[in-house]
């Protein structure tokens, strides 16, 4: 009994399965983060040579 209580005290595979859903979950919220930032970006450039474009076409 002694024995199964130390190897339960010494087990660390849950502890190790929990950082790695960590690490995980703060990589995904630094690529959501990115992933928005760039879009807005995108969105503020496409609009910007659709109006260029469009200035061009009524010349």
């Given amino acids: ?4 209580v130390m190897r339960f005290v010494k087990d ?3 502890a190790t399965a929990i950082e790695y859903g960590l690490i995980a979950a ?3 919220v630094a ?3 990115i992933v ?3 879009g807005d970006e995108l ?3 496409f609009t910007t040579v659709k109006d260029q474009l469009a200035a061009n076409n009524k010349i």
Wanted: charged share 15%; net charge negative.
């Fill in 43 to 45: 969105v503020t450039t």
């Fill in 26 to 28: 703060l990589i995904s």
């Fill in 36 to 38: 928005s930032q760039l």
């Fill in 1 to 4: 009994m002694k024995n199964l």
């Fill in 31 to 33: 690529i959501i983060t």
């Fill in 12 to 14: 660390e595979e849950g």
